[in-house]
């Protein structure tokens, strides 16, 4: 079985910044692609950014310039540094996980950690 618990989360003004981290562990083989999505009330789950084990990033167009995603291989851990917030980044935000565990194919996702930015 595959944990992932996000942290980070909270409440800043517009133009702030916040930090999110999620760490993966258990019974994992590999970890291919670690990715932050984020749901925001009344909308439909949305790829934020991911980033594979290579290193090699993606960004969602409303985010880019603005987020950097990050990861630590060896702790099986991604962050999303988050600046320049705005009101539209509100949202809960969750990491999740592909790769492989030891009975196949491993997707796994957080339980989310809210993000909310004022005006």
């Known amino acids: 079985q595959v944990q992932v618990v996000e942290s980070g989360g909270g409440m800043v003004q517009a133009g702030g910044s916040l930090r999110l981290s999620c760490a993966a562990s258990g019974s994992i083989v590999s970890i291919y692609v670690m990715g932050w999505y984020r749901q925001a009330p009344g909308k439909q789950r949305e790829l934020v950014a991911t980033?594979?084990?290579?290193?090699?990033?993606n960004y969602a167009d409303s985010v880019k310039g603005r987020f950097t995603i990050s990861r630590d291989n060896a702790k099986n851990m991604v962050y999303l540094q988050m600046s320049s917030l705005k009101p539209e980044d509100t949202a809960v935000y969750y990491c999740?996980?592909?790769?492989?565990?030891?009975?196949?194919?491993?997707?796994?996702w957080g339980q989310g950690t809210q993000v909310t930015v004022s005006s």
């Open positions: 999740n996980v592909r790769g492989s565990d030891y009975d196949g194919f491993l997707s796994s």
């Open positions: 980033i594979t084990s290579g290193g090699s990033p």
